[in-house]
């Protein structure tokens, strides 16, 4: 599958038009959680609102809309995103608070959280949209997250071809990445890295410090994600029968189990598996 939205960078020169100025802080920005699927994303969606303060809605795809409608006022996405006047991007936010409004009601004093895995192919969006937003990017060892997505059943008809075999899942993962890291030096986005197996390992420390990056408030209904899934009723994705547990650290390093069949997959990922120092 061609991944086409990979294909098209931001450009240097225009990143040096975007102005700031009218955009919400901090406080009053999404906090987008990213990843590539089946890095523990949903985990971390339902710690984070267990916290009164936050709020988070099923995985939604508005982002894509909001590049979708780039698109429709004739700017080229993303190598133009500076030719957005102050109104314009003023009507995109509006409409993405539309759009949210539609599946959750955000209080007063509440911050949304925006969890889409691949909303990691829409940083150009959200930097220009909401540059003050904090990003946690969740990060898995590669192989656990090719075993993990190979043996899902998804709808999106791209990922489901990504998914034919796990050598070609292997290279959209690392196609994925290329692209992140690649945006991410020419928009310098406020993101926190965080790996699954740490966090799985010292839950209460790292949603510590995760709380304090993104500046709400620690809430101790936040070492509980399992009690706030349940409560939730339902959750869309794969991951719903995990979370539903005491948080566990018995998915770390559940790929050797298939270690022969992944054989073609260390190959495309190996320069993930060097710059995360993740071993096989």
């Known amino acids: 599958?061609?991944?086409?939205?990979?294909?098209?960078?931001?450009?240097?020169?225009?990143?040096?038009?975007?102005?700031?100025?009218?955009?919400?802080?901090?406080?009053?920005?999404?906090?987008?959680?990213?990843?590539?699927?089946?890095?523990?994303?949903?985990?971390?969606?339902?710690?984070?609102?267990?916290?009164p303060l936050?709020?988070?809605?099923?995985?939604?795809?508005?982002?894509?809309?909001?590049?979708?409608?780039?698109?429709?006022?004739?700017?080229?996405?993303?190598?133009?995103?500076?030719?957005?006047?102050?109104?314009?991007?003023?009507?995109?936010?509006?409409?993405?608070g539309s759009l949210v409004a539609n599946k959750v009601t955000v209080g007063n004093g509440q911050r949304l959280v925006d969890k889409n895995p691949l909303n990691l192919l829409r940083l150009p969006i959200i930097r220009r949209l909401f540059p003050h937003s904090p990003i946690l990017l969740a990060i898995r060892h590669p192989l656990d997250v090719i075993a993990s997505c190979y043996g899902q059943h998804f709808r999106a008809p791209e990922f489901a071809l990504l998914c034919k075999d796990p050598r070609t899942l292997a290279r959209g993962f690392t196609r994925c990445f290329d692209f992140w890291y690649a945006q991410a030096a020419l928009l310098q986005p406020r993101v926190m890295e965080l790996r699954y197996e740490a966090l799985v390992s010292d839950f209460g420390t790292h949603m510590r410090s995760v709380a304090a990056f993104i500046g709400v408030p620690w809430n101790d209904a936040m070492l509980h994600p399992a009690e706030q899934a349940r409560a939730k009723g339902y959750i869309s994705t794969p991951s719903y029968s995990q979370v539903v547990e005491p948080v566990h650290s018995r998915a770390v390093d559940k790929w050797q189990a298939h270690r022969a069949a992944l054989a073609g997959a260390i190959e495309e990922i190996h320069p993930y598996l060097s710059r995360w120092n993740y071993r096989v």
């Open 1 to 51: 599958p061609p991944l086409l939205i990979t294909r098209h960078s931001c450009d240097a020169n225009d990143i040096t038009t975007w102005r700031d100025a009218d955009a919400p802080e901090s406080a009053q920005s999404p906090i987008f959680v990213v990843a590539f699927p089946r890095s523990g994303t949903t985990l971390l969606e339902q710690a984070l609102d267990a916290n």
């Open 54 to 96: 936050l709020i988070s809605m099923d995985e939604q795809p508005f982002l894509q809309q909001i590049v979708d409608r780039v698109g429709d006022l004739g700017i080229t996405y993303p190598a133009a995103l500076g030719k957005l006047s102050s109104k314009q991007c003023d009507e995109l936010r509006t409409h993405y």
